[in-house]
């Protein structure tokens, strides 16, 4: 005999409401997006404005200092980097199939037809990068938001306190806490780590004359954030742009991106990650696919630290579920 399967109004109540707030969810995550931007920020800029408070000097007049720090840093680097970098990268798009035709003639490779697909490649870095500086509102609304998240942080555990009481806002505060520790520790540690390879990248290829150092140097710091495979696929195109020029220089350049990454390793990492616990290479690999598949830039750009984001708060739910 068929047993009855009997649905209660509160699971379908339920049902409903949670397809609502995800429909919601999806309408607004442009807005999510921005507002959890504005907290990576808060949480990477918080420590140095509490260093700066405790210069005695105000906390809006801190986080002043802070802003009027990394507009001087942006506005350096829009002014003098990145119209030579664009230059040189679209120049360098253009070339990479003679280069390689060069180099490996056996393949039998089209020139005009990887031209055709990859051209575009250096049209699309420059609207990428005039979009980013035209969505002035955005930008905007992210330094806006962050400023008055750095400003309102202090007055959030009272609010805690008021509407949950002490011992649920003491939780809440704790997980906080750990979460923006975390989180910023790893944001600038990831930009430091980027800078240094960076920075020693474009000087050991200026040094050894090899074409286009600019964006081979970028290059390299950008895909710094992928563990393993970050550092191989940079050096691919300075590889192949040396080999052009004489083998020895080709054996040079791969010895200067293994040299700067085993330094990176064994001294830079060590001192600048201390604080920041990082995640297995292969979560970040997924993280970064996944957030790419799902949200495109953006998502990549998001999603090591959501992943670290839900980790810590996990982690220290169960910590703390555990102890009790």
Known sequence: ???????????????????????????????IFLVYI???LMSAFKPLVEKLENLRLPRVLSILLVYVLIIAIIAFVGST?????????????????????????????DSQ??????????????????????????VFSVFVISFYLLIERKQFEPFLITFMG????????????????????????????????????YLGLII?????????????????????????????????????????????????????QQVEAHLVIPFVMKRAVGLPPLVTIISLMIGAKLAGVVGAILAVPIVVTIETVISEYLGKKGSR
């Open 38 to 40: 504005s907290f990576i």
């Open 81 to 109: 980097i990145l119209p030579p970098f664009i230059t040189q990268t679209i120049h360098l798009v253009q070339s990479l199939p003679d280069y390689t035709s060069r180099v490996l003639p056996f393949l039998q490779i």
């Open 208 to 260: 050894l004359g090899i074409p286009f150092s600019l964006p081979l140097s970028i290059l390299s710091g950008l895909l710094e954030i992928i563990p393993v495979i970050g550092p191989i696929i940079s050096a691919i195109p300075a590889i192949l742009v040396a080999v052009t020029v004489s083998p020895l220089l080709a054996l040079a350049t791969a010895l200067l991106y293994f040299t700067v």
């Open 166 to 201: 002490a011992s649920g806002s003491e939780r809440i505060t704790t997980i906080l806490k750990k979460v923006e520790e975390r989180l910023g520790a790893w944001v600038r540690g990831e930009l430091t780590l980027m800078l240094f390879i960076g920075l020693t990248t």
């Open 1 to 31: 005999m068929p047993s009855k399967i009997e649905i209660s109004y509160k699971t379908i109540v339920f049902t409903i409401i949670f397809l609502i707030s995800l429909w919601l969810l999806v309408q607004i995550k442009d807005s």
């Open 113 to 138: 037809f990887i031209t055709q697909q990859v051209t575009p490649m250096g049209e699309n870095l420059l609207k990428v990068t005039v979009g980013v500086f035209s969505n002035i509102v955005a």
